[in-house]
């Protein structure tokens, strides 16, 4: 056996090794990623503001008028109590 790991062997195993440890780590760093995105999700969905509150701040940073506002807020104020 000569020093390259046998008879022919032209220094595959060192190959072998580095390609194993590269996908080791390309496997950890996926199982990371994975595990990072997944705990970072809420478990509840995110809770959405109701109608009325969003038509009043549309309102206050002035993205609809007076009459528009007072228009879409008696349609709200229908829909609520019917």
Do not use: C, N
Not at 8 to 36: E, K, M, Q, T
């Amino acid at each position: 056996m000569g020093p390259v790991g046998g008879a022919g062997g032209a220094g595959f195993g060192f190959v072998w090794g580095v390609l194993g440890v590269l996908l080791s780590v390309v496997l950890l760093a996926a199982a990371v990623y994975l595990l990072a995105r997944h705990l970072g999700e809420s478990p509840t969905p995110p809770r959405t503001a109701d109608p009325t509150t969003v038509l009043e701040r549309r309102y206050a940073r002035g993205e609809i008028d007076d009459a528009e506002f007072a228009e879409r807020r008696a349609k709200l104020t229908d829909r609520t109590q019917s």
